[in-house]
């Protein structure tokens, strides 16, 4: 997969990735947002990235897609969509982190926007959800300007553990 946007490339994952998968995670907001994804060495997140690569050709992902600036060729942090057991339906997260020297430029938003619907249309699916912590202002953000609707602000379980949370839902309509 390959999706093209103004200044940025989403596309597959390749082994000669790690190092700048295990530099972006070692961040102080991968850790404070996403702490299981902070890997220990550039072995680890290799081992992450063979994992994710055998998920492509699967119907169940998790479908993780590393993000390339198209004016540097940098990888700066990814988008992704994972299932979620949801009273016993098959629901879908979205999923995306911008590694911290690259926030506040509207990357995340521009991944998004580009790559929902286009695994929307892969997948058939109807409706995405999105998830965050509710301090999470910034990502809070990318989910209004990306069309999602709040459904839920409240205690819930995010990373394992019980936290204010903000959930919303993406609709496809066409």
């Excluded at 988008?79 to 879908?92: F, G, I, R």
Aim: aromatic content about 12%.
């Amino acid at each position: 997969m390959q999706i093209k946007t103004e200044r940025l490339t989403i596309t597959t994952f390749s082994p000669d990735m790690a190092q700048t998968v295990y530099e972006n995670s070692q961040d102080t907001n991968t850790r404070r947002f996403v702490p299981d994804e902070v890997y220990d060495s550039v072995e680890e997140a290799q081992e992450a990235i063979e994992f994710l690569m055998s998920r492509y050709d699967s119907t169940d992902g998790p479908f993780v897609y590393p993000i390339i600036t198209n004016d540097s060729g940098k990888n700066i942090g990814y988008v992704q969509l994972c299932k979620l057991e949801h009273d016993k339906e098959e629901t879908w997260e979205i999923g995306y982190h911008i590694a911290k020297d690259f926030t506040g430029k509207g990357y995340a938003t521009e991944a998004v926007k580009a790559f929902l619907p286009a695994m929307a249309q892969k997948l058939n699916l109807r409706e995405v959800y999105g998830i965050c912590l509710a301090e999470n202002t910034a990502s809070v953000r990318v989910l209004e300007k990306c069309g999602f609707t709040q459904i839920y602000q409240g205690s819930g379980n995010y990373q394992g553990k019980e936290v204010q949370i903000i959930k919303a839902i993406w609709k496809n309509y066409n």
